[in-house]
């Protein structure tokens, strides 16, 4: 079992930054797949950006590509998103994920992550 603990939401202005950080416990690996999700009120949970642990391939989605940053550090099992340049369309509870082993085809699938996180709310003010 993996265990995946979100922390850093809060509210910011539209402009501003926040940096979310996923901790790690358990059974991890370094062939892990980790990912962010968001999902707003009334929507479906979407692809934010994902790492590959093994090599550090990122890949994002278009709509937070250039503002948002994903990375990890393996000394504490923790992977970041660096959110920069928010805007309240970011607005969302935003989700860490881990899959044990997925193609990178289904990057962008939730269905295809094993373990996820409690959720971490970001709301950013117009």
């Known amino acids: 079992q993996v265990q995946l603990v979100e922390s850093g939401g809060g509210l910011v202005q539209a402009g501003g930054s926040l940096r979310l950080s996923c901790a790690a416990s358990g059974r991890t690996s370094s062939s892990y797949v980790m990912g962010w999700f968001r999902q707003a009120p009334g929507k479906e949970r979407e692809f934010v950006a994902t790492?590959?642990?093994?090599?550090?391939?990122?890949y994002y989605a278009d709509s937070v590509k250039g503002r948002f940053t994903i990375s990890r550090d393996n000394a504490k099992n923790t992977v970041y998103l660096q959110m920069n340049s928010l805007k309240p369309e970011d607005t969302a509870v935003y989700y860490c994920?881990?899959?044990?082993?997925?193609?990178?085809?289904?990057?962008?699938?939730?269905?295809?992550?094993?373990?996820w996180g409690q959720g971490t709310q970001v709301t950013v003010s117009s």
């Open positions: 994920a881990a899959a044990r082993s997925v193609g990178s085809y289904y990057y962008t699938i939730p269905g295809s992550y094993d373990y």
């Open positions: 790492i590959r642990w093994s090599d550090d391939y990122t």
